[in-house]
């Protein structure tokens, strides 16, 4: 089992800001990625969505991408 990529890296919080990091966890239509597929924990899978729809609000991320 791969280990969850924030917890290996010691990132306490991610922040919106930083869309290059998020965009690596959304799929081609602006998707959040399944943590199954991501290898993500539980505490960063909600830390990680709550972060990718701050930044959609913010204009930052696209909601849909067609």
């Given at each position: 089992m791969k280990q969850c990529f924030f917890c290996?890296?010691?990132l306490k919080d991610i922040d919106y800001k930083?869309?290059?990091l998020l965009k690596r966890f959304?799929?081609?239509q602006a998707?959040?990625?399944d943590p199954k597929h991501?290898?993500?924990c539980?505490?960063?899978q909600r830390l990680l969505s709550?972060?990718?729809k701050?930044?959609?609000h913010m204009g930052l991320l696209p909601f849909v991408s067609r």
């Open positions: 290996s890296q010691n930083e869309t290059d959304t799929s081609s998707k959040i990625v991501t290898a993500i539980a505490k960063h709550q972060a990718i701050r930044a959609r």
